[in-house]
């Protein structure tokens, strides 16, 4: 079976599971290299051999290569609805050839009856969907889908080159991570707002951030502390000095980082509006699920999170789950 898989970044967890499948299916990988927020070097980090990027201003001839690649293969996968190359062969190619993947959720679907009427249109010509959890299976049936749908649990594969680290039962819980953007779509703003007026807690941000003017609304009290940008290399040790991961964003597709702080032990704290939440906080019971920008939801989750009968369940129901297994069954759905 050939397959034409067209999205849009050379991220690392996307490259290597397309390594893996590789071995299960003869594949081709376009990437229309089209993002608006700028990524480390390491986020691209292993690339196959023979991936394409697509380079911007030769259109013409990117199409051509795109109709060529498309007849030979016997399925076009497509990375989404956002990208003009994936509404061209969406538009040239047969829909019994067509899967699209869809790592947007129910959460994120707007009011805007024109953005909805286009993915309904979209979605029409597709055959089948590969969604990364329950909400995103409950935005194409909200988007009247009609064919099959898939689910991957997921967005890519993990890199790391160790197995999965448990945690051991602490007395304190003190220490609580983010990593990632820094940014208002984040929710960081909202978070430091809390940490303030809790001086008994640390908050450890790694990442960059956004802008200067926001660094000075969030870095507003001495226990929040910036550790700056962390290497892949260097997410272990990050992990090993904390005690539970946040994750407050207003908008988040799915959110990778769950799956690597669940990896390292780590109990978790998300919003409701992080695509992951379902299948891989509140299904497993790896920690808790607070409303976004609730000030009073979020102190009463954080609570229940420091009462060491609940920290060391988390931790327990944590050791069980099967990373092997989760990874194989996003490889899988491809197939």
């Known amino acids: 079976m050939k397959q034409l898989i067209l999205t849009c970044l050379p991220s690392f967890y996307k490259n290597l599971a397309f390594k893996e499948l590789s071995e299960l299916s003869e594949i081709s990988i376009f990437y229309t290299n089209s993002s608006p927020i700028k990524r480390e070097s390491d986020f691209f980090k292993h690339g196959l051999d023979d991936q394409k990027v697509i380079p911007h201003k030769r259109i013409h001839e990117n199409l051509l290569s795109l109709l060529r690649a498309g007849r030979k293969a016997d399925f076009v996968i497509l990375g989404g609805w956002d990208d003009p190359y994936f509404w061209f062969m969406r538009m040239i190619m047969p829909k019994r050839k067509l899967k699209v993947i869809v790592?947007?959720?129910?959460?994120?679907?707007?009011?805007?009856?024109?953005?909805?009427?286009?993915?309904?249109?979209?979605?029409?010509?597709?055959?089948?969907?590969?969604?990364?959890?329950?909400?995103?299976?409950?935005?194409?049936?909200?988007?009247?889908?009609?064919?099959?749908?898939?689910?991957?649990?997921?967005?890519?594969?993990?890199?790391?080159?160790?197995?999965?680290?448990?945690?051991i039962g602490t007395g304190t819980v003190l220490n609580f991570l983010y990593i990632g953007r820094i940014s208002r779509d984040k929710g960081i703003d909202f978070i430091s707002s809390f940490f303030k007026s809790r001086p008994d807690l640390r908050l450890n941000l790694v990442g960059n951030f956004e802008n200067d003017d926001y660094i000075n609304e969030v870095l507003v009290s001495d226990n929040i502390i910036h550790l700056g940008y962390k290497?892949?290399?260097?997410?272990?040790?990050?992990?090993?000095?904390?005690?539970?991961?946040?994750?407050?964003?207003?908008?988040?597709?799915?959110?990778?980082?769950?799956?690597?702080?669940?990896?390292?032990?780590?109990?978790?704290?998300?919003?409701?509006?992080?695509?992951?939440n379902e299948n891989f906080v509140r299904q497993l019971g790896t920690g808790v699920v607070f409303e976004m920008d609730d000030s009073k939801d979020f102190t009463s989750k954080i609570d229940f999170m420091l009462e060491l009968k609940n920290y060391n369940s988390f931790i327990e129901k944590?050791?069980?789950?099967?990373?092997?297994?989760?990874?194989n069954q996003y490889i899988r759905s491809f197939i």
Do not use: T
């Open 231 to 276: 290497s892949r290399d260097e997410l272990r040790a990050v992990f090993a000095e904390n005690d539970v991961f946040i994750l407050p964003s207003r908008r988040e597709p799915w959110g990778l980082v769950i799956e690597e702080a669940l990896y390292h032990g780590l109990p978790v704290i998300v919003s409701n509006m992080v695509g992951a």
């Open 103 to 167: 790592e947007s959720s129910i959460y994120e679907l707007g009011s805007s009856s024109i953005f909805n009427y286009m993915k309904r249109f979209f979605l029409k010509g597709i055959a089948e969907c590969i969604v990364s959890g329950d909400p995103h299976v409950r935005l194409v049936e909200e988007l009247k889908f009609r064919g099959a749908i898939r689910k991957s649990l997921g967005v890519g594969v993990l890199d790391f080159d160790y197995d999965s680290i448990s945690k």
């Open 318 to 327: 944590i050791k069980v789950i099967d990373f092997n297994q989760k990874k």
